[in-house]
């Protein structure tokens, strides 16, 4: 089997992938509520909220260790943002535009390793990675007229550190802990022991 035939989704891939995004995409509308009914818990320093950020994160890096093709976690981020938006976001459609942002920081992060690995290190960095694209859609669009040493530079690190770890490690420890169920054993990371 050629590296083309091993990238090629299968229906599979699609199926399960789409039941991730629109899983995560109800799960993104109610943490919209979530976010904002934690304002007032953050009032002593607001950046400091991004660090519930990463759960809008998740689908992205579980989109791509458990599909591991090529277009998984952008697949898998935007659609839950697509999803997100049709339940009625408090943000709207410009959510969609936020979930492309973010699914290409992760999606970068396994094409560097040329969807060959799947690891924890792998999903830090795509963690890391799709934080650092929600941190910098924020930074360019939400937070464009405010401080940037008091809030925009900690809003934008907070929200690269829950993103490294909610998306990043939470991604990882529950693909290990579908790929024990054996719902993933028709995919890689149910046969992967190295997960397991």
Same mark, same amino acid.
């Given at each position: ?18 039941v991730i995004a629109v899983a995560f995409g109800v799960i993104f ?24 950020? +990463?759960?809008? #994160?998740?689908? =992205? ?6 599909? $591991?093709? *090529?277009? &998984?976690? !952008? ?29 290409? +920081?992760?999606? #970068?992060?396994? =094409? ?6 799947? $690891?924890? *290190?792998? &999903?830090? !960095?795509?963690?890391a990675a799709t934080g650092v694209g929600a941190a910098l859609f ?15 530079l900690p809003y934008a690190l907070l929200t690269v550190v829950s ?34």
């Amino acid at each position: 089997m050629t590296t083309t035939d091993n990238n090629r989704w299968r229906t599979i891939d699609i199926v399960v992938a789409s039941v991730i995004a629109v899983a995560f995409g109800v799960i993104f509308w109610a943490w919209g509520l979530v976010w904002s009914a934690t304002d007032a818990a953050f009032a002593f320093f607001p950046p400091a909220q991004t660090l519930i950020y +990463g759960v809008w #994160l998740v689908p =992205a890096v579980l989109g791509g260790l458990v599909i $591991r093709k *090529p277009g &998984a976690a !952008l697949y898998c981020e935007l659609l839950a943002a697509i999803v997100s938006a049709l339940l009625g976001s408090q943000w709207a459609s410009l959510v969609i535009v936020q979930g492309l942002a973010q699914g290409i +920081g992760a999606e #970068l992060a396994f =094409a560097a390793f040329r969807y060959r690995s799947f $690891r924890l *290190p792998t &999903a830090l !960095l795509a963690g890391a990675a799709t934080g650092v694209g929600a941190a910098l859609f924020d930074f360019v669009y939400w937070n464009a007229g405010r401080d940037i040493v008091a809030y925009r530079l900690p809003y934008a690190l907070l929200t690269v550190v829950s993103a490294t770890v909610i998306a990043g490690a939470g991604a990882y420890y529950l693909t290990r802990a579908l790929a024990t169920t054996g719902v993933l054993d028709r995919f890689p990371a149910g046969r992967d022991r190295a997960l397991v």
